[in-house]
T-cell receptor
Framework: EAQVTQNPRYLITVTGKKLTVTCSQNMNHEYMSWYRQDPGLGLRQIYY???????DKGDVPEGYKVSRKEKRNFPLILESPSPNQTSLYFC????????????FGAGSRLTVL | QKEVEQNSGPLSVPEGAIASLNCTYS??????FFWYRQYSGKSPELIMS????GDKEDGRFTAQLNKASQYVSLLIRDSQPSDSATYLCAAHAGAQKLVFGQGTRLTINP
């Protein structure tokens, strides 16, 4: 089944404890991106990647890092999480940037205490 | 900052009626527009895309685009309780990303 898989789905952590949210797609998509969703603010892009080793900042990149060493994986790294990073995170992929259908993962709900 | 604006609702519509969802965008360079549906606790899923001025119909859904007014809308005919969800409008801002509105929460009342 074609899908985007995120882990963990739920996580409660404490301020300053590094964490990684993994994202993997099995559709050979070139384009991958991370969004966060907050009430009243909709989906905001954190980082995106056009292909392996090509990443760039979205609208809200502060406090996050990403890497794209393999085409299928695009992990989101929070080096020192803070409470304002409590949010619902979605990974998404697309055949290529600008293509029609963005496929989303199931979401990762992160709480930083 | 390129923006997409939606009325957050909630919008309440009786079953069988037409639900009308609206969206405006600020970037005149945007060429592609999308409507995503998001059920509570789930991820967004694409339901409609539109690229040209006018109407595009797909089953009970009609997307409308007016580039001169920078306005996109989604009509849902014969609304069903299963249509109750949050609807996200999105516009391409360059090739690299979609800009999403904050979403409109729609409730269909039986």
């Amino acid at each position: 089944e074609a899908q985007v898989t995120q882990n963990p789905r739920y996580l409660i952590t404490v301020t300053g404890k590094k964490l990684t949210v993994t994202c993997s797609q099995n559709m050979n998509h070139e384009y991958m991106s991370w969004y966060r969703q907050d009430p009243g603010l909709g989906l905001r892009q954190i980082y995106y990647s056009m292909n392996v080793e090509v990443t760039d900042k979205g609208d809200v990149p502060e406090g996050y890092k990403v890497s794209r060493k393999e085409k299928r994986n695009f992990p989101l790294i929070l080096e020192s999480p803070s409470p304002n990073q409590t949010s619902l995170y979605f990974c998404a992929s697309n055949l290529f940037a600008g293509a029609n259908v963005l496929t989303f993962g199931a979401g990762s709900r992160l709480t930083v205490l | 900052q390129k923006e997409v604006e939606q009325n957050s609702g909630p919008l309440s519509v009786p079953e069988g009626a037409i639900a009308s969802l609206n969206c405006t965008y600020s970037d005149r360079g945007s060429q592609s527009f999308f409507w995503y549906r998001q059920y509570s606790g789930k991820s967004p899923e694409l339901i409609m895309s539109i690229y040209s001025n006018g109407d595009k119909e797909d089953g009970r859904f009609t997307a409308q685009l007016n580039k001169a007014s920078q306005y996109v809308s989604l009509l849902i005919r014969d609304s069903q309780p299963s249509d109750s969800a949050t609807y996200l409008c999105a516009a391409h801002a360059g090739a690299q990303k979609l800009v999403f509105g904050q979403g409109t929460r729609l409730t269909i009342n039986p």
